[in-house]
């Protein structure tokens, strides 16, 4: 009896395995209803403060390494990778676009 409860267990286990992956291959045709948007939206309260501490740890690493920036003449793109793009981030972006 215990030997037929393990192979009951490792058949559902592997059948469970092989479709998590193919339902999202299928569901990519699909049109985004309602529930899905509006979970990406409530994702917002994880993912804007992080992008806002990334914000804040980009300034801090941007201002430590201005003088290198500023020896090798990249200034601006220092600026732009680790400012610009993870506040455009965090405060430009509408709720939900990922």
């Given at each position: ?22 339902m ?6 699909l ?18 403060p ?49």
């Open positions: 009896m215990n030997w037929i409860l393990k192979r009951v267990i490792v058949l559902l286990t592997t059948i469970a395995l092989v479709t998590v992956p193919c999202t291959c299928f569901a990519e045709g049109e985004q209803d309602d529930d899905l948007i509006a979970g990406k939206m409530a994702a917002e309260v994880v993912v804007r992080l992008a806002l501490c990334a914000t804040v740890i980009g300034g801090a690493i941007f201002v430590v390494t201005l003088p290198f920036s500023a020896l090798g003449g990249n200034t601006n793109e220092a600026y732009n990778y680790l400012l610009a793009d993870p506040f455009k981030y965090t405060f430009s972006r509408p709720l939900g676009d990922f």
